[in-house]
């Protein structure tokens, strides 16, 4: 017999739009939380 998990996240991917702009490094980084990298591409943060 398996034990049933409790169900920890549920979502539903439909009519879903990412969006992504690129912005300014020294801006952006004090609204990080700790342990969280800018994620950069080409030398750019986006």
């Known amino acids: ?6 169900v920890f ?3 539903r991917w439909e009519n879903l ?5 690129r912005g300014w490094r ?3 980084l004090p609204y ?10 080409e ?3 986006w």
């Open 32 to 41: 990080l939380p700790p342990a969280t990298e800018l994620d950069l591409f």
């Open 26 to 28: 020294g801006v952006l």
């Open 9 to 11: 996240l549920k979502a």
């Open 1 to 6: 017999m398996t034990a049933k998990r409790a």
């Open 17 to 21: 739009a990412m969006i992504n702009y």
């Open 43 to 45: 030398s750019k943060s």
